[in-house]
């Protein structure tokens, strides 16, 4: 039966403000958002029969119905109601629970290429609709823009074009539970948010608005985060900061071979993850 492989890029956030705690426990937030070329393989195979298979094969991802990504072919062949199931392989490349998006990106990845392999049609707003009932970052990554973020990552807006700039992912593999980093935030006062440039000519420009709020809790609790920071600008790094919730830090480079070089350094004898990625 029909069949798609399909990249589902990381992400790398180059804000993040934590706006306000909501009544219902999460928060509003407001990021700038980029994905990158570092990307796990999904292959779909539609079937005759009804049913979903997930198999993924990596330490702390689960197969079958706790995976993100068969929550996503559940909702698309609900809509269809084609008595048809789906086989779904996921090649991981992205490091998991590590700020990149890996889950979510499989899950818009896998709603997308099931539209196409159903023939449903549906559109992006309705796909983004839909995502945001598997999680907060699922809409972003059927958007496939560079884009601001709002509420808790589902009002979407464009970003101004960015320069490409290359990326070095480095995680050193601690285990960071998103649930307790937005637990043990302190929130200050959030009434005079800094204004977002409009215009990015620049690597510089891009770096000029670097932030995360979310580096207050892990940074004291995980030093090895400023570290690993602290080397990437040693190295040559424009601008390093955490993506989401952590542990992975990235480091903007203007070229390949200083990037490589700064991997070469971090890496020479921690074991760490690392990966040298260009924006998309
Ligand atoms: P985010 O930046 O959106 O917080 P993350 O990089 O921190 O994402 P993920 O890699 O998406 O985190 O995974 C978070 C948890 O979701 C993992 O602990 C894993 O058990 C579960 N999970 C379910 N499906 C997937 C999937 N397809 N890929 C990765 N993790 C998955």
Same mark, same amino acid.
Request: charged letters at 20%; proline letters at 6%; one cysteine or more.
């Given at each position: 039966?029909?069949?798609?492989? #399909? ?55 689960? $197969? ?41 990106? $499989? ?29 907060? $970052? ?60 409009? #215009? ?54 203007? $070229? ?9 350094? #971090? ?14």
């Amino acid at each position: 039966m029909k069949s798609l492989t #399909l990249q589902a890029p990381a992400k790398v956030n180059y804000r993040l403000d934590v706006i306000r705690r909501r009544p219902d426990g999460y928060h509003d937030l407001r990021m700038v958002m980029q994905r990158v070329n570092l990307c796990d393989m999904i292959t779909i195979t539609l079937t005759e029969t009804p049913g979903i298979t997930v198999t993924c094969g990596k330490n702390g991802v689960p $197969d079958g119905p706790g995976n993100i990504a068969w929550k996503a072919a559940k909702a698309l062949l609900d809509l269809a109601d084609q008595g048809v199931g789906a086989v779904i392989d996921i090649a991981k490349n992205i490091p998991v629970a590590a700020g990149l998006g890996g889950g979510s990106s $499989d899950a818009a990845t896998v709603l997308m290429g099931m539209n196409e392999l159903l023939g449903l049609q549906l559109s992006e707003q309705r796909l983004m609709e839909i995502g945001l009932t598997l999680g907060a $970052d699922v809409p972003f990554f059927v958007f496939q823009k560079p884009a601001l973020a709002e509420g808790v990552g589902e009002q979407l807006a464009p970003m101004p074009a960015m320069p490409p700039v290359w990326v070095l992912l480095v995680n050193p593999g601690v285990h960071v539970s998103t649930a307790w980093v937005y637990r043990s935030l302190q929130l200050t006062n959030r009434d005079g948010l800094a204004k977002l440039p409009e #215009l990015f000519r620049s690597i510089e420009d891009i770096c000029s608005i670097f932030s995360n709020d979310l580096e207050s809790v892990t940074i004291p609790a995980f030093p090895v985060i400023a570290e690993i920071k602290e080397i990437m600008l040693r190295e040559g790094a424009a601008g390093a900061m955490m993506s989401g919730s952590g542990p992975t830090v990235f480091g903007l480079f203007r $070229d390949r071979e200083s990037a490589e070089r700064a991997r070469a350094v #971090l890496t020479a004898d921690t074991g760490w993850f690392a990966a040298v990625a260009e924006t998309i």
